[in-house]
């Protein structure tokens, strides 16, 4: 099992950047793939970005392609999620999550999740 705590979060203008963290304890964290998911008040959770195991292979919804990048350090345990040029429509809580699978874009995949950080952006 791992645990997953999120940070970085908070308020910026539109057209600011953010870094969001996640830090991980429990099982070896380098064992597992991870995702970034958000979800905007009223709106189903939204898968954002995916990075494997090895941080190879990243996978990114279209709304934050070119704008978002997800990187991991294995040796800190530590999952992050850079988002530049952030939109209004950015607005949501942001999850952290852990799957077992080599990377997954499917939100039902992450079988552990963090508690989330509000990231709000104002226009």
């Known amino acids: 099992q791992v645990q997953l705590v999120e940070s970085g979060g908070g308020l910026v203008q539109a057209g600011g950047s953010l870094r969001l963290s996640c830090a991980a304890s429990g099982r070896t964290f380098s064992s597992y793939a991870m995702g970034w998911v958000r979800q905007a008040p009223g709106k189903e959770r939204e898968f954002v970005a995916a990075?494997?195991?090895?941080?190879?292979?990243?996978y990114y919804a279209d709304s934050v392609k070119g704008r978002f990048s997800i990187s991991r350090d294995n040796a800190k345990s530590t999952v992050y999620l850079q988002m530049n040029s952030l939109k209004p429509e950015d607005t949501a809580v942001y999850y952290c999550?852990?799957?077992?699978?080599?990377?997954?874009?499917?939100?039902?995949?992450?079988?552990?999740w963090g508690q989330g950080t509000q990231v709000t952006v104002s226009s």
């Open positions: 990075i494997s195991w090895s941080g190879g292979t990243t």
């Open positions: 999550a852990a799957s077992t699978n080599l990377v997954t874009t499917t939100k039902s995949a992450y079988a552990y």
